[in-house]
């Protein structure tokens, strides 16, 4: 099956019961390296797992004044993730923005390309600084999908998830480094391209 | 602007003018690995850049028997694609099927761990291997797109836009490498979780 927002539903509910918001919350602070997912995809993918009973629906109290939707995983979604964990894991399609661009530089105005160039490779140095501080909170048990299930798990299972996630977390840092690293690369051929080009010329 | 198959066709087109199957062709043989595109997603995506203006069909015997429509940019579709260059390139939304699936291998049967593992990296194996013969192709002037050009741009021209291509292929090369290596550390990972699971013990 292709892999989808339900999917991250799935997994965020098996922590713990939550609220629309702290789904969305927890994507943003958590797995948004991995799968992002704007608030309307999570709103659209709960209502259809609630159709289908996969989610179920509670109003609860969340502070003073206010009621909410909490939604917790059914028997039956706690089967659909168990499924999904063993499927084959379907590709996306190849889909890269930046090097379809970079392919066309021999026509580009340089100070269009050396833009471009430079905010890939910031973009990800910053994702691979977020995604290395990431495996830390993992590691060290700090990180709040790890502590919910303190208590709750034996602390073998917890150690091998702990350590299992960071893992993965710093294979993404690894992953956004090399895209790093495949930018400068490529700025280096524009620099050749462009030998006149001086991107610096009006920032004095 | 958010890049889509609508340059995919921009970009083709701007080559020569081409039918639908020649398009499709074209994509699966050359740009599919920066930017793959199913048959209905193409002509979805020629219709509509037809409607607008961007391309221009018009019907053109092909073989014996066949009338065909053969598509062309029209001078705003080749505005179009100066315009796509020149702007600021949107990432696409983090998606990353494999690395959320293996971010919960501590819960997953090893059969299944170590299937899925091995068909990653024997895919990007396999896609590093097609990316960098196609980097071969461009630079040595065998390839399609770059021959149909030849004759219709300075040797000049023709010379920068090979090393453009083939430099952008190799690069996509070293990334599928780079997802093949970084499926072998999350492999000798799953070893430790399970030392004791012997993939091979049906295989004899």
Same mark, same amino acid.
């Given at each position: 099956?292709?892999?989808?927002? +339900? %999917?991250?539903? @799935?997994?965020?509910? $098996? ?6 918001? !702290? ?15 704007? %608030? ?7 209502? &259809? ?7 179920? +629906? ?6 003073? +004044?206010?009621? &909410? ?6 028997? =039956?979604? $706690? ?8 499927? *084959?894991?379907?590709?996306? *399609? ?9 392919? %066309?530089?021999?026509?580009?105005? *340089?100070?269009?390309?050396? $833009? ?10 910053? @994702?691979?600084? $977020? ?8 590691? +060290?048990? !700090? %990180?709040? @999908? ?16 702990? /350590? ?6 710093? !294979?993404?840092? =690894?992953? =956004? /480094?090399?895209? =790093? ?5 490529? /700025? ?6 462009? *030998?006149?080009?001086?991107?610096? !010329?009006?920032?004095?």
């Amino acid at each position: 099956m292709t892999t989808s927002t +339900r %999917h991250l539903i @799935l997994i965020l509910l $098996r922590v713990q019961p939550m609220t629309g918001y !702290e789904l969305a919350q927890n994507t943003k602070i958590s797995v948004d390296p991995l799968w992002s997912a704007t %608030h309307s995809q999570i709103y659209t993918a709960l209502q &259809k797992l609630e159709e289908e009973g996969l989610v179920a +629906r509670e109003t609860a109290k969340r502070g003073e +004044r206010m009621e &909410k939707y909490v939604y917790s995983l059914t028997p =039956a979604g $706690r089967d659909a993730f168990r499924v999904w964990l063993r499927e *084959p894991i379907k590709p996306l *399609p190849n889909r890269d923005p930046f090097r379809l661009w970079a392919a %066309h530089i021999d026509e580009c105005p *340089p100070e269009v390309v050396f $833009r471009n160039i430079d905010e890939y490779i910031q973009r990800h140095v910053e @994702l691979a600084e $977020r995604l290395d501080r990431a495996a830390l909170t993992f590691i +060290r048990g !700090e %990180h709040p @999908l790890i502590q919910a299930r303190m208590g709750r798990m034996s602390d073998e299972a917890l150690e091998r998830l702990k /350590r299992t996630r960071a893992m993965i977390y710093r !294979e993404a840092a =690894a992953k =956004a /480094r090399f895209e =790093a690293e495949s930018g400068r690369r490529i /700025r280096a051929f524009a620099q050749e391209l462009y *030998p006149d080009y001086e991107p610096n !010329e009006y920032d004095d």
